[in-house]
Structures are given as structure tokens and as C-alpha cells.
């Protein structure tokens, strides 16, 4: 029986009441329910705050280069697809530096779960303005305000045929921890855009402010495989935001077309040194 102890329990460089322990107890949580031992998990992250959550985790880890969760992430999940992976990620992270290799896994549809600390902010390099930052945002480099159109990531994936795209908020922990078991429990990339208060930072978009606009929906109102429809709840944006799945599309993944994967994990089938040879004999 797995439990959260086996999860760990350490030390953060965390600020206090930072939106990343609601979302680190999320992950745990939702991994303990679905019955994953430490050992059956893997997370991988770039940089950023988000990106020290397998600093804090029990479980197999690997921290990257800025942007650069998702390779790693799905090169791992294809030498070994029986694992558990997770690319935790933050907006910077992941829809800056990371933008382009978060539209080619859309296209690649891995088997990985993609949860990212969207706290509008860049949080590790102390304040700057990041590409969910809201118009008129003032930062210590954006003194006038931001003027940049924020980035919308559930619209743009749906947009792209994101196989699992969904939103949470670290301040509502049991809901957010469904929706990490539903898009883990998914066969295929899954988006969960989590919205995270940073609290030494964002002083717009602070626990207070969400708080009075999010909603969970429990009926979205149209079936989840409804591209146009997900896409224009994803539009919601303002007095009201919505958080729960937005879109649903069950499709094959990545690995599902990789033959060599069919005999089992690539990492226990033996080395085709033969191969090897006559590839490096060519170049004499």
C-alpha cells in the first residue's frame, strides 16, 4: 500500500504560502490514489521554482536545462513506457523558453502528464514579466506595464489537438489532485495549466483574486471531444474563470507507433551492437 510518507517530506526553498505546496501536495496525492510506488514514477523539470518540485518528491528525478522538461521527459517515457512521467514545468519555463518544444509534444502526443505552475510571473529570477502576464502588469522591468498580449495555453492547445487539456488552482487541492489523476490516468500528452499565486511577486493575481473568480465545472455543457466548444470555454477569461477538464481527445500516442517498444521497455531489450558496428564502419 503506497502512502504520502512514501512521497518524502523535506525542507523547501519555497516562500511561505507559495502556490507550489498546494500543487507538490496535489502531485502527491493524486499519485498515492492511483496506487504509484516511488519507484514506478518519474519527474522531470526544466528551471524556474516550479522546476525544484523533484527536489521535493520521493521518487525518480531529473532537472534539466530552462525549457527543457518535455525532452527529456518523452525520451524517457519511450526507453521505459511503463513508467509514470511527469514534466513539471512553469509558464516561463515552459511557454517561453519551452514554447517551442511545447507545441511539437502536442504534435508528438507522448504518453506524459504536463503540469505547469502558472503563476504569470518569472519567480526564480525575481519578478519579471512572463508570457501569461496580465496587460498592464508593472514589474521591475516592465515599469510602464505590460503591453504584450498574455498567452492563452488551454487555447492554444486545444487549438493544436492537445490529447488532455485541463485547468486547476493550487488553492483548491482536492480538485486540482482529480484533475492530476484524470490526466495521468490518460493515454497521451495531458496538459494541467494550474493556477498559481506567487505570492512575493504577483501582487495582482494573489490567493484573494482567484479565489473570487474561479469556478469548478462540474458540467462543461458540451462533450469534452468538442474541439470548438473546448476552445471557446477556453476563452473565458475575467470575472469568471473556469477550471476543470476542457477538452478530452482519445487518439493514439507516440509510443503506440513505435514498433520496437511492442516487445516490452526499449531499456530491457539487449543492445543491437551488430547494428552499431556496421553504422560506425561506414564512417572509416
Known sequence: MVSIEDY???ET????????FGILKAIK???VNLGRSPHEVLVASGIGQ?????HYLNCNGFNGLHGRSLPPATGAKIANHELTVIAVTGDGDCYGEGGNHFLH??????????????NQIYGLTKGQASPTSEIGMKTKVQTHGVFNMPLNPLSMAISLDCSFVARGYAGKVSHLTSLIEKAISHKGLSLVDVLQPCVSFN????FKWYSERVY??????YELDDRVKAFERSMEWGEKIPLGVFYVNEKPSFEDYLDVLKS?????????????????????
Request: glycine content about 8%.
Open 105 to 118: 509534444t502536442v504534435r508528438r502526443n507522448p504518453d506524459i502528464t504536463m503540469i505547469v505552475h502558472d
Open 50 to 54: 516550479s522546476s525544484k518540485t523533484p
Open 216 to 221: 469548478e465545472m462540474d458540467d462543461t455543457g
Open 203 to 206: 501582487k495582482l493575481n494573489t
Open 8 to 10: 518524502g517530506n523535506f
Open 264 to 284: 516490452g521497455p526499449l531499456y530491457k531489450n539487449p543492445p543491437a551492437t551488430e547494428k552499431v558496428n556496421e553504422l560506425m564502419d561506414g564512417f572509416i
Open 13 to 20: 526553498a519555497w516562500c511561505p504560502s507559495c502556490g507550489n
Open 29 to 31: 496525492q493524486a499519485l
